[in-house]
């Protein structure tokens, strides 16, 4: 709990950063608004969004950027790896994954303030956008956000370590990045994905980060359904991730000395 | 000038291909990457036959235009969003004691070869829309105009947003905004966005002059806002009017630059 305290605190001392964040977050939400409305003009009622709705979607979208990474990094992890610096976090008497994890809540509470209330803000303010039905719906919401988070940690994580294994993780990095805007529902809602494709996006771990949560926020889903699929993919995530976690101590012990 | 520049671009080059594998990856990753823009138009159209009043082909070619004239400017010249990170450290003071100039330093510091795999895709989605659009030669000579201006809009963009770092040290984040919101802004027919939002960028900042006045041109369409006919003919004025502000401003930053003093 302190750790996500300090995960908190040593991102809030990056305070320009975020708000150059939020808007750049903020401009990108409006251009891509203006995209969905004209698809929705053409197609009213498409993938079971009104205009409104889709508007809503974009706007949630572009502002979990920040909390959920979902353009990856986030983690000091394979800096630490590559200068060799994990070895001191390996001897740490906590978990290198639990730690991690930690940070990284208290990080995504930080940008969760800075980045995602302000675009979210101004689209209401240009747009207009949906609110949750009620209290019940915004209770879920936030749960499913949390959700989303863990499983976004839990693919960043794996992805941190593998710098274990590749060395060079610039590769990996884009290949990450290239399947989370893709099939997380950054770019586009999910719902309008065509045939196989839909239900392959809809059914992978990146679904779990941005379109379940909005789908939630929009009271699209059922909530038991999509809190069970989002804790089933954080609890494979992460379950792969303490798996490799010792594998990599093990890979590091190699390297020792 | 220009010889400078291709000789350190030259000279980055060579020091990347020391690295193979990792140069013929990292074309492929910014090939693919781009190619998602590409998907998600596809997306889009699996559920539409018209955007903003414009059908696939026609989207595909102002995509094309665009993402190859932002593309060609990346490749040469984005690397002066490095400039921030010389600014924060004090080593901005290596590059003006040099006999060269600090924009050819910064536009070919750690140049990235392998960007060229951006500009391979925006010029396959332009030839593909072309083989699909039959545009005659009487209006087709206007697209090696278009990509051209394009390309010198986009690199002034990209001078502009150094130029603010000088002011914006802790900030360089928002100069994204205006160059790669720039890029996506063009990539779809403006007639998808508001009223205001064209204006804008046809009178204020002109990226309207990327692609969509010329584009109207060659594609023989009416302007939906109804915005003068002559304006698509502007482009290289426009881009030239651009390159103008960008100089300036770049010079009043070199200017404006106060040393770390550490």
């Known amino acids: 709990m302190r750790l996500i305290g300090f995960g908190f605190r040593r991102h809030a001392t990056y305070w320009a950063a975020a708000a150059a964040g939020a808007f750049t977050n903020t401009v990108f939400g409006i251009l891509r608004a203006y995209v969905l409305i004209a698809l929705w003009q053409a197609r009213p009622g498409l993938g079971g969004y009104g205009v409104v709705e889709a508007v809503t979607f974009c706007f949630l979208t572009q502002s979990y950027i920040g909390p959920m990474q979902v353009f990856g990094g986030g983690l000091d992890l394979p800096q630490r790896i590559r200068t060799g610096d994990v070895a001191l976090d390996l001897v740490r008497p906590a978990s290198l994954q639990l730690w991690s994890l930690s940070e990284d809540l208290g990080r995504a509470a930080y940008l969760f303030v800075a980045r995602s209330v302000p675009p979210t803000l101004v689209g209401a303010l240009l747009f207009g956008i949906v609110l949750p039905a009620g209290l019940a719906t915004w209770a879920a919401f936030m749960v499913s956000f949390v959700l989303g988070v863990v499983v976004s940690f839990g693919w960043r994580y794996l992805v941190a370590l593998a710098t274990c294994w590749v060395i060079d993780d610039r590769g990996l990095s884009v290949l990450s990045m290239i399947l989370t805007t893709f099939f997380s529902g950054l770019m586009l809602p999910l719902v309008i994905f065509p045939g196989w494709l839909g239900t392959l996006a809809r059914a992978l771990p990146w679904a779990a980060m941005v379109q379940v949560p909005a789908d939630v926020y929009l009271g699209k889903t059922p909530v038991a359904g999509s809190l069970a699929f989002q804790a089933f993919w954080a609890a494979v995530l992460l379950g792969a991730g303490a798996l490799a976690t010792a594998a990599a101590r093990r890979k590091v012990v190699i390297q020792g000395g | ?262």
């Open chain 2, 1 to 262: 000038m220009v010889r400078t520049y291709l000789l350190l671009v030259w000279a980055w080059t060579r020091a990347a291909a020391q690295y193979p594998v990792s140069f013929a990856l990292m074309t492929v990753g910014g090939f693919v990457t781009s190619g998602l823009d590409i998907a998600v138009i596809w997306v889009i159209f699996t559920n539409t036959t018209s955007l903003g009043g414009f059908d696939l082909s026609e989207v595909m070619f102002l995509y094309g235009t665009a993402a190859l004239s932002f593309a060609l400017a990346d490749l040469l010249f984005s690397n002066v969003e490095r400039i921030s990170q010389h600014i924060r450290a004090g080593t901005f003071d290596v590059i003006l004691i040099r006999p060269v100039s600090p924009f050819v330093q910064i536009a070919t510091e750690r140049f990235v070869p392998h960007r060229i795999g951006k500009v391979i895709q925006g010029a396959a989605v332009l030839v593909f829309a072309l083989a699909r659009l039959d545009v005659p030669l009487e209006r087709g000579w206007m697209i090696p105009v278009m990509v051209a201006s394009g390309t010198v809009i986009f690199t002034a963009l990209w001078a502009l947003g150094g130029a603010a770092q000088f002011l914006l040290t802790n900030a360089p984040e928002v100069a994204n905004a205006f160059t790669y919101g720039g890029a996506t802004l063009t990539q779809y027919p403006l007639s998808v966005y508001g009223g205001e939002l064209v204006r804008g960028v046809t009178y204020v900042l002109p990226l309207a002059f990327v692609n969509w006045q010329p584009g109207l041109y060659v594609l023989d369409r009416d302007d939906p806002l109804g915005l003068p006919y002559w304006l698509r003919f502007l482009s290289p004025v426009a881009a030239a009017a651009m390159a103008l502000v960008a100089v300036l401003a770049w010079r009043a930053g070199v200017r404006h630059y106060r040393s770390t003093g550490s």
